[in-house]
């Protein structure tokens, strides 16, 4: 079953920094599980209206985790 994240990140600075998530991820606000891929979208909406969002100070991803396998 595949499980989804929603983050909710501070955006950084352009200048000088490495903007490379695997070796220096932004840092994370919140972080909130879901089942399903429309509760996260939901979820996300949610954190989109918030003021520091919508001003682009932070950032909202929808990150899938526990992908589902096809079976023969």
């Known amino acids: ?3 989804f994240l929603v ?3 501070d955006v950084r600075p352009v200048e000088g920094v490495d903007r490379n998530e695997r070796i220096a991820p ?3 606000r ?3 599980g ?3 891929r429309e509760a996260a979208d ?3 909406g949610a954190f989109m209206a918030l003021g520091m969002v919508r001003a682009g100070r ?3 991803k929808v990150i899938a985790v526990g992908r ?3 079976r023969d």
């Open 1 to 3: 079953m595949t499980r």
């Open 7 to 9: 983050v909710l990140t």
């Open 26 to 28: 932004e840092r994370r």
């Open 30 to 32: 919140q972080v909130v």
């Open 34 to 36: 879901a089942s399903s």
């Open 42 to 44: 939901r979820i996300a």
């Open 58 to 60: 932070q950032r909202v």
């Open 68 to 70: 589902r396998h096809a």
